[in-house]
């Protein structure tokens, strides 16, 4: 038993591997983006290849459609743009991250390629030091969504982090939530197990904007 446990653990590794060092998508124009009104909140983010998706420049401004980004701007939330790496760790996140970027609420979602592999202290500690790079004040850290491969890891992860959230003093979403059947995806919000469509991308990009609006105490 203990030799088969180990085998099973070994498969699972070998999956999500394969899936977070997959190729990124064709690079996509925006969605038609709304203008953001007069004294929108402004908004930045951090990530890996959930926030990038297959947007053409993510950190000068034009998110894809499979970004959830395009879904959290509004007439209330403008984005100013942030840093995001297909198959990005915390700790690439933490040293890639320059700020100050201006910007009156930073969004994390960052841990889908920690997940299994790295201990939740030393997340926990990068996610201190991306959030103090970006040198913004109000905090609003996302749950991860699920994969297909290892649900269970996922759900582990973000259990610490809503903890981690509450114990820094910033806002936290389960913004993953609509897009989870127990602890993989519901039907049509991935393509692959990990990555989200046009669709999971919508779903959570609809919570995290309005969870950006009630961080901003607007």
Known sequence: MPHRAAGSAVVVAACLLAVGCASAPPRSSPPPLPEPAE???????????????????????????????????????????????????????????????????????????????????????????????????????????????????????NAYLERFADDQGWAWVDAAAGLRDGDAFSDGMSYDGVHLTEEGARVLGTAIGEAVVDAAGR
């Open 39 to 157: 004294g929108a909140i402004r908004m930045a983010a951090v990530g890996d290849s959930i926030t990038d998706g297959d947007s053409i420049d993510l950190a000068g401004g034009s998110p894809g459609p499979q970004s959830w980004v395009s879904y959290a701007i509004g007439p209330e939330v403008e984005f100013v743009g942030g840093w995001a790496e297909w198959g990005a760790t915390t700790e690439r996140m933490a040293d890639a991250v320059r700020g100050p970027l201006d910007a009156d609420v930073l969004v994390v979602l960052a841990g889908t390629n920690d997940a299994g592999w790295t201990g939740h202290e030393q997340i926990g500690d990068n996610l201190t030091r991306i959030v103090e790079n970006a040198g913004v004040e109000t905090v609003l850290l996302s749950s991860v969504p699920p994969t297909d491969f290892a649900g269970a890891t996922k759900t582990d992860l």
